[in-house]
């Protein structure tokens, strides 16, 4: 474990060492997170993927609505665009990318992901969404108005961009509520195209990975016995009113849980 932990710095593997209780060096229990850590960060980028290609791709279709084909290069959706000195401009960054891309279907991959997060915020919601979001997003909520679909996009796309970000740099996901970032992105694939989100849910391992993370109790690695699992997987069923068919969901729910209860 000493190779281990020098290979991949101390100071990086005392956050796994102290979420698993480790206390003798030579036990495996924070090796085991870090590997499942890096593991479901390589899975999350599959959904990731679908996610960001399918809002920019919806965003892009708003803007041209607005702007025409060529909405890069409009200098009204520039100038609204805010503009701050020292925090990310996404006015520098679209005429910035613009200024070397020749076509919009070369624009759109280069803006980061904070970019079409931004066209989501409260200054685009009359311009833009009030009008495009139901045209763009056929398949959203119609229980909620505009105004709720935008601010949602806005708070789960900078969710989702945190955890994109964690991924990207390496950093520990495991203590992110995942199972729910993951049903974030479904859901906003799912309000373009329910297909995609088909798709994407069928072409993903991450709930998978999901359901076997490492369990620890008392420092060591933990298997729950199957009576400890159907326990827990009981009593979801009882709080979820004993709906029929959600006996997979609910197992896989407790075998996350499991590893809370102690």
Not at 28 to 43: R, T
Not at 135 to 162: N, S, Y
Not at 182 to 193: G, K, Y
Not at 212 to 220: V, Y
Request: proline content about 7%; charged content about 25%.
């Amino acid at each position: 474990m000493d190779a281990t932990r020098l290979a991949l710095s101390p100071s990086r593997i005392s956050t796994y060492e102290a979420s698993s209780g480790v206390i003798d060096p030579n036990d495996p229990s924070a090796v085991a997170l870090y590997a499942w850590n890096a593991k479901i960060s390589a899975a999350f980028f599959v959904p990731l993927h679908f996610c960001e290609v399918v809002v920019r791709n919806a965003v892009s279709e708003a803007l041209e609505f607005l702007y025409g084909p060529r909405w890069p290069w409009d200098p009204t959706l520039s100038l609204s665009l805010p503009d701050p000195r020292r925090a990310y401009s996404p006015r520098k960054d679209l005429r910035n990318v613009a200024a070397i891309q020749p076509s919009t279907g070369k624009v759109i991959p280069e803006l980061k992901f904070v970019f079409w997060q931004e066209i989501f915020a409260l200054r685009h919601g009359v311009r833009i969404w009030d009008i495009h979001y139901r045209t763009v997003f056929p398949f959203h909520d119609p229980a909620k108005t505009v105004i709720e679909l935008r601010r949602k996009m806005f708070h789960d796309l900078g969710q989702i961009r945190q955890l994109r970000n964690r991924i990207a740099h390496h950093e520990p996901i495991f203590n992110r509520s995942l199972s729910a970032e993951l049903n974030l992105m479904i859901d906003i694939v799912e309000q373009r195209s329910p297909l995609v989100a088909s798709w994407m849910v069928a072409n993903q391992d991450a709930n998978q990975l999901l359901s076997h993370r490492p369990l620890f109790r008392g420092g060591k690695r933990w298997t729950p016995t199957q009576d400890e699992i159907a326990q827990v997987a009981y009593r979801l069923w009882e709080d979820g009113g004993k709906k029929v068919g959600r006996g997979d969901a609910d197992w896989a729910q407790a075998e996350r849980l499991i590893g809370k209860l102690d």
